[in-house]
């Protein structure tokens, strides 16, 4: 944002452009100031210069493998005093990561080429009333013997979990029987219909429509329902209840 400034102010001036950017003149004042003076940096900010600089010593000098937790212990015995939080923020802040025993998982993938049902949602995350919106998603835990995978809905009125399945392999099925415990548990008859959300992503086998709605009810839900990782959508049952 002070570049932008810095780029259009002997066009347009500073004040004209802070009213139309969501930042004070004083604030952009203040940095100019800064980079002229570097005394005036505040105290934490300078730590942090100089222990980000010892960071990325430590963890060139051990091949680029050491993680958050090793990174932290190492400068401990180099009597560094540093929380390891403090370790973790400067790391992320510098895209420093250890190196992953095993293969990293991930249960979301993109795919915007896919089709994506329309949003019900819109973002607006909250529900006046039990079983109006529920949402939806999967994540894995890894064990001993390997990992486990973990389906979930969850009423957003609530904060509760309604519905939970757990499967060693990630397929539509376990999803949808999540879905199918928290139907018949809640069995919704809200007048206003209940509305089911997932996130945006695209797994093997999920790439359904889960918004396709005909008769009255939702058209092949039990095999549809996987889908909603296909795109950031919703869908409604009727206001009657849950799908036969």
């Not at 539509?172 to 809200?190: I, K, S, T, W, Y």
């Not at 429509?209 to 795109?231: I, K, T, V, Y």
Request: glycine content about 10%; hydrophobic content about 40%.
């Amino acid at each position: 944002m002070k570049a932008f400034i810095d780029e259009h102010r002997d066009a347009y001036g500073v004040e004209p452009i802070c009213r139309v950017l969501p930042i004070a003149p004083s604030t952009y004042h203040e940095h100019a100031a800064r980079k002229a003076d570097p005394s005036r940096v505040p105290a934490r900010e300078r730590r942090d210069i100089e222990l980000a600089q010892e960071i990325r010593r430590v963890f060139a000098e051990n091949f680029a493998v050491y993680g958050v937790r090793k990174v932290w212990r190492q400068m401990l015995r180099e009597r560094f005093v540093v929380a390891r939080c403090t370790v973790e923020r400067l790391m992320r802040g510098m895209g420093l990561q250890g190196v992953i025993r095993g293969k990293p998982m991930r249960t979301t993938v993109q795919d915007k080429t896919a089709p994506c049902p329309l949003d019900h949602v819109n973002r607006v995350f909250h529900a006046p009333a039990p079983n109006m919106l529920w949402v939806s998603d999967f994540t894995y835990v890894s064990t001993w013997t390997g990992f486990v995978y973990v389906a979930f809905v969850i009423d957003v009125y609530a904060r509760r979990i309604v519905g939970w399945r757990v499967s060693r392999t990630a397929h539509a099925g376990f999803v949808l029987d999540a879905l199918e415990q928290a139907l018949h548990e809640r069995r919704p008859v809200h007048r206003g219909g209940l509305v089911h959300h997932s996130d945006r992503g695209s797994q093997g086998g999920f790439n359904r429509s889960s918004q396709h709605l005909g008769g009255g009810r939702c058209d092949g839900w039990s095999a549809a329902f996987g889908s909603g990782f296909a795109g950031e959508v919703s869908f409604a049952w009727p206001a009657w209840g849950s799908p036969p």
